[in-house]
T-cell receptor
Framework: GENVEQHPSTLSVQEGDSAVIKCTYS??????FPWYKQELGKGPQLIID?????GEKKDQRIAVTLNKTAKHFSLHITETQPEDSAVYFC????????????FGSGTRLSIRP | GAGVSQSPSNKVTEKGKDVELRCDPI?????LYWYRQRLGQGLEFLIY????????KSGLPSDRFSAERTGESVSTLTIQRTQQEDSAVYLC????????????FGQGTRLTVV
């Protein structure tokens, strides 16, 4: 089955700087890679996703990149703001097949004022 | 237009008692997931329902854990003879169909076993 590794487990950046979180996956057939953000006391919420037919996707200050050959993908947050402080989870799965979502272990991002 | 609803939001139980956690998915969502999140930890997969297919129970940690879902509606997660290590937040999520669409999470049930 799929195994997703995520690094780092904690990340502290100065407000306004960029943050990068990296994930690797094991199943070469995985073709859908969502990122979820979990704020304190809440359930995770999808913030961006990417499918294997593209290498990069951007949405305002957030971008994801995918390297299928190396089986890794990354989340990039630019111009970080206090509200970006949260736990971020990556996941990898095959879409169009009945599949549980296996998440990485999470990254706790703290934005220093 | 409600999201995923979980009840109760908090549950304190004595060791050895059984508990039942409920999840109401978004109407029309065929896929439903249960996860366990211990304090400060990640999302541990428990069980996955997809339509009328047999559920994927591969994440259930012991035979004390079971879950049911009636059609494409409510799901209940039952923990029998609770132990202190069962203390965690139990999260439910649903998605429109398998795989590629957004999974919407509930707020979770915080279970404390004393």
């Amino acid at each position: 089955g799929e195994n997703v590794e995520q690094h780092p487990s904690t990340l502290s950046v100065q407000e306004g700087d960029s943050a990068v979180i990296k994930c690797t996956y094991s199943d070469s057939a995985s073709n859908y890679f969502p990122w979820y953000k979990q704020e304190l006391g809440k359930g995770p919420q999808l913030i961006i996703d990417i499918r294997s037919n593209v290498g990069e996707k951007k949405d305002q200050r957030i971008a994801v990149t995918l390297n299928k050959t190396a089986k890794h993908f990354s989340l990039h947050i630019t111009e970080t703001q206090p509200e970006d402080s949260a736990v971020y989870f990556c996941a990898a799965l095959r879409y169009s097949s009945a599949s549980k979502i296996i998440f990485g272990s999470g990254t706790r991002l703290s934005i220093r004022p | 237009g409600a999201g995923v609803s979980q009840s109760p939001s908090n549950k304190v139980t004595e060791k050895g008692k059984d508990v039942e956690l409920r999840c109401d998915p978004i109407s029309g969502h065929t896929a439903l997931y249960w996860y366990r999140q211990r304090l400060g930890q990640g999302l541990e997969f428990l069980i996955y329902f997809q339509g009328n297919s047999a559920p994927d129970k591969s994440g259930l940690p012991s035979d004390r854990f079971s879950a049911e879902r009636t059609g494409e509606s409510v799901s209940t997660l039952t923990i029998q003879r609770t132990q202190q290590e069962d203390s965690a937040v139990y999260l439910c999520a649903s998605s429109l169909r398998q795989g590629d669409t957004e999974a919407f999470f509930g707020q979770g049930t915080r279970l404390t076993v004393v």
